[in-house]
């Protein structure tokens, strides 16, 4: 019983590299959220998705796309990688809406150089 | 806007005690929900409990409680006969138009 899988654990970028991170769940869930967790600052919300083929933005968007090609799978990439991106990112799901508990997968920890 | 404020950075607490974290929020919505969610070294984030605004009652979980009092707008959990397994960050959240987390407090539990 999988939920939600994220990958990778971890990574490490350099200034201006790009990458994907990928987010799964097997729970037939409609929503999926992309949060990043800072010191101090709790899990803010970066972009959503109500169901397969929408995407939306969140409290902190910028820097940031998304797809949701497939109702199990969202990614969230990263264009051209900056310092301030150096985070703990969270996927997490929820079967209908936002106030249904939410399951998160294990988390990526993302440094930039 | 909404907000959730935790004014806690830490707490600690002796095995078997007690314990109560601190959340109050701010929200013009009607109706809402606010949440607990316990985040071990683990890092991987688990629904403590789950509290619905419409509800006069106050949400358990087994040795989890919460004190809600809507008028104050305060949210705070109570943990009793603390275990160590206990120890992680907690988070409170609010769902009105959106979902806003607190900045988390993080719980030491000693034996």
């Known amino acids: 019983n999988a939920g939600v899988t994220q990958t990778p654990k971890f990574r490490v970028l350099k200034t201006g590299q790009s990458m994907t991170l990928l987010c799964a769940q097997d729970?037939?869930?409609?929503?999926m959220y992309w949060y990043r967790q800072d010191p101090g600052m709790g899990l803010r919300l970066i972009h959503y998705?109500?169901?397969?083929?929408?995407?939306a933005k969140g409290e902190v968007p910028d820097g940031y796309n998304v797809s949701r090609l497939k109702k199990q799978n969202f990614l969230l990439g990263l264009e051209s990688a900056a310092p301030s991106q150096t985070s703990v990112y969270f996927c997490?799901?929820?079967?209908?809406?936002?106030?249904?508990?939410?399951?998160f997968g294990d988390g990526t920890r993302l440094s930039i150089l | 806007a909404q907000t959730v404020t935790q004014s806690q950075p830490e707490m600690s607490v002796q095995e078997a005690e007690t314990v109560t974290l601190s959340c109050t929020y701010d929200?013009?919505?009607?109706?809402?929900?606010l949440f607990w969610y316990k985040q071990p070294p683990s890092r991987q984030m688990i629904l403590v409990i789950r509290?619905?605004?419409?509800?006069?009652q106050n949400a358990t979980e087994n040795r989890f409680s919460v004190n809600f009092q809507k008028a104050a707008k305060s949210f705070s959990l109570k943990i009793s006969d603390s275990q160590l397994g206990d120890a992680a960050m907690y988070f409170c959240?609010?769902?009105?138009?959106?979902?806003?987390f607190g900045a988390g407090t993080i719980l030491r539990v000693k034996s």
């Open positions: 997490a799901s929820t079967g209908t809406d936002f106030y249904q508990p939410q399951h």
């Open positions: 729970m037939n869930h409609e929503y």
């Open positions: 998705s109500v169901g397969e083929g929408t995407t």
């Open positions: 929200t013009s919505e009607s109706d809402y929900y």
């Open positions: 509290q619905e605004a419409y509800k006069q």
């Open positions: 959240a609010l769902y009105g138009n959106k979902l806003v």
